[in-house]
């Protein structure tokens, strides 16, 4: 075999060989790249569409992540790991010293009793009753305001007000105060982060506003006047003037002029030409004109 033919059938069969593996490539793995190829750019061109969409939400979550941990560096709570009734009982007793006295009678008393507890979880609560509960309204509001505003989380789940009136013996003064009972929550947690508050800092109190409470009228009013008060039921005019007016109470000869003080009022007339003396009294929210006159030897004999 001739040189010639021999590199004919070398050439045919290495062009058979390309051709057939050109053919190969281009109809079976050619396709399945193009394949992989167009799933990619499908993919891709997905991703392009809902990307928008992602960098809102990645936005939002940003945001509320950055309103958590405003809200968590801010709040003035310390919510502690748990509650023991010796705990909240102390807690209670600073309340009532920062409510503060207003007189021997101003301040508030109550009677704890613990009523059991409450789990959800991660976190619950324990149950007081105040019950026999007594302050005056001003300490009274700085109490609930302590416990609303202090640095423990506590709830008042409900909580009932009465008014009452006694008039005191001795000073011959009715004294008002609220009685009331309640209903506490007392908050406990497990998560640990909880347990402190860098915003919590010193309670400070605002002023107690005007008494919802405060009678128009008292319904207990005293009958007898202090000893160092002067009595209009007990007064004898002896002698009217322009201007004073002299009048005996029990041995005492007394010198009034006008607006002078009297036991539940003042002087707010002087009638010489009437012999009279009137005086105004406020009987516990009840305005009265009391008139007193020189009684003559003749309007002596006429009285039985």
Known sequence: MSFKIRNTIVL??????????????????????LKAAQKEI??????????????????NLTNQLAN????????????????????????????IDEAGYTNENGFVKFNMTYKGSQEFGNYG?????????????????????YL????????????????????????????KWIAFTMELHAYYTKIQEL?????????????????????????AVAADAPDNEIDVAKLQVKAVLPG???????????VLHLGDKVWRGYVSRISPADSKVEF?????????????KIIFGNEKKKRP
């Open 42 to 59: 499908d993919k891709i061109e997905k991703e392009l569409v809902d990307f928008p969409q992602t960098v809102s939400e990645v936005e």
């Open 195 to 219: 347990g402190t508050s860098l915003a919590a800092k010193a309670l400070a109190f605002a002023q107690s506003p005007f008494d919802p409470f405060n009678p128009i009228i008292l319904q």
């Open 125 to 145: 609560y324990n149950i007081y009753e105040l019950t026999a509960g007594e302050g005056e309204f001003e300490n009274l509001y700085k109490f609930v305001y």
């Open 244 to 254: 004073k007016a002299f009048v005996l109470e029990k041995e005492d000869l007394i």
């Open 280 to 292: 105004t009294l406020n009987e516990g929210g009840i305005i009265r004109k009391v008139e007193k």
């Open 12 to 33: 045919a069969a290495l062009f058979v060989l390309i051709t057939g593996g050109g053919l190969g490539y281009w109809l079976y793995f050619q396709p399945k790249k």
């Open 148 to 175: 609303e505003n202090g640095n423990r989380l506590y709830k008042v789940k409900q909580i009932n007000f009465e008014t009452k009136e006694q008039v005191d013996p001795a000073k011959k003064e009715t004294r």
């Open 68 to 95: 958590t941990k405003r809200q968590y560096d801010s709040r003035s709570k310390e919510i502690p790991a748990f509650d023991i009734t010796s705990q909240t009982y102390a807690y209670m007793s600073r309340g």
